[in-house]
């Protein structure tokens, strides 16, 4: 996806206590091949004149083993559903004085499309509605800090 909005409510200072919430535009959907471009788009798949955002909701953030996981709702053709998403701090970048900390994570879910009424071609492509995850999602994204003013 070429484009999202989203914010962070933080209920303390702490990531375990920060809740992602997201949205993504379906028409912004790109991946550099038209005709794709717009089957994804179309009515086998996301529905886009219908339903034109995908939505994440987290509910909270728990800590697991070397990472994280958000517990939330991924809400796509106005179905929602539970998909925990599983995150890892990946570093931090370099700054100026008086610029935001840019913080780095990758995230990672895995979800089956036929939950979401998305099943276009999915019977063509593996002859059956699977009962496993067929679509993965990997997020890399990246936090700004608030910028800490001059001494």
Same mark, same amino acid.
């Given at each position: 996806?070429?484009?999202?909005?989203? *914010? @962070?409510?933080?209920?303390?200072? %702490? =990531?375990?206590?920060?809740?992602?919430?997201?949205?993504?535009?379906?028409?912004?959907?790109?991946?550099?091949?038209?005709? @794709?471009?717009?089957?994804?788009?179309?009515?086998?798949?996301?529905?886009?004149?219908?339903?034109?955002?995908?939505?994440?909701?987290?509910?909270?953030?728990?800590?697991?083993?070397?990472?994280?996981?958000?517990?939330? &709702?991924?809400?796509?053709?106005?179905?929602?559903?539970?998909?925990?998403?599983?995150?890892?701090?990946?570093?931090?970048?370099?700054?100026? #004085? /008086?610029?935001?900390?840019?913080?780095?994570?990758? #995230?990672?879910?895995?979800?089956? @499309? &036929? %939950?979401? /009424?998305?099943? /276009? *071609?999915?019977? %063509? *492509?593996?002859?059956? =509605?699977?009962?496993?995850?067929?679509?993965?999602?990997?997020? %890399? #994204? *990246?936090?700004? #800090?608030? &910028?800490?003013?001059?001494?």
């Amino acid at each position: 996806m070429n484009s999202k909005e989203g *914010e @962070r409510l933080n209920r303390t200072q %702490d =990531v375990v206590g920060s809740i992602p919430i997201s949205s993504t535009k379906v028409n912004d959907f790109r991946n550099n091949n038209s005709v @794709r471009d717009e089957d994804v788009r179309g009515p086998d798949f996301f529905a886009a004149a219908k339903y034109p955002t995908i939505e994440y909701h987290g509910r909270g953030v728990r800590k697991s083993g070397k990472g994280w996981i958000v517990d939330g &709702a991924l809400t796509i053709r106005n179905i929602t559903k539970t998909v925990p998403l599983w995150f890892e701090f990946k570093g931090t970048a370099p700054t100026k #004085a /008086g610029t935001p900390r840019r913080i780095s994570f990758h #995230a990672t879910a895995a979800v089956k @499309r &036929a %939950d979401f /009424g998305t099943t /276009g *071609e999915l019977l %063509d *492509e593996i002859g059956v =509605v699977s009962n496993k995850p067929d679509v993965w999602i990997n997020i %890399d #994204a *990246e936090l700004l #800090a608030k &910028a800490q003013p001059n001494p």
